[in-house]
C-alpha cells in the first residue's frame, strides 16, 4: 500500500513536489445526452458517472456502468490524468462518444483534484531506482 496526498487543483499550483513526488489530476467521468438527435440507449443514464484517481476506479453506491463504454473511454483516461502542453489535443478534448452508433451519449471527462504519489512506492521498475531485486538474497 502507498501513501497519496489529495488535493485541489489549487492547493497543487502552489504545492512544492518533494523528493519523487508526481502529480496525476482526478477525474470524473460524467454521462451527457450530446448528440439529441439520437436516444440514450444503453445502461449510462444522463448525470451518471464514475471516478478515477490514481489507478482506482470507484462508482458512487450501487453504481454500475456497462463494459462497452467503459472500454471506449479506458483508453483516454491515464492521458487525461497527466499534465501536458496547454495546446495538446488532449488539454482541449473533454469528451468520448459511446461506441453504439446508435446512442447519443458521450462522457465528459472533468478534473477535479490532483493526488500526489511517490515514484519509489508506485513502481519497482527492473534497472531503475526502487528495483526490489537489488535487495534480493
Ligand atoms: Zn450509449
Not at 502507498?2 to 460524467?30: A, P
Not at 501536458?84 to 489535443?89: E, I, L
Request: hydrophobic content about 35%.
Amino acid at each position: 500500500m502507498y501513501m497519496m496526498k489529495g488535493m485541489t487543483r489549487g492547493e497543487f499550483d502552489v504545492y512544492e513536489l518533494r523528493d519523487d513526488e508526481f502529480g496525476l489530476y482526478d477525474l470524473r467521468i460524467t454521462t451527457v445526452h450530446l448528440d439529441t438527435s439520437l436516444p440514450l440507449i444503453c445502461n449510462h443514464p444522463e448525470g451518471s458517472f464514475f471516478e478515477l484517481s490514481g489507478e482506482n476506479l470507484s462508482l458512487p453506491d450501487g453504481g454500475t456502468i456497462p463494459i462497452y463504454p467503459l472500454a471506449a473511454v479506458l483508453p483516454i483516461l491515464p492521458a487525461k490524468q497527466r499534465m501536458n502542453p496547454s495546446n495538446d489535443w488532449i488539454e482541449t478534448d473533454a469528451h468520448v462518444r459511446c461506441p453504439d452508433p446508435c446512442c447519443g451519449g458521450a462522457f465528459h471527462i472533468e478534473r477535479t483534484g490532483v493526488t500526489v504519489f511517490r515514484n519509489s512506492e508506485v513502481s519497482g521498475a527492473i534497472g531503475g531506482p526502487n528495483d526490489n531485486r537489488r535487495n534480493a538474497p
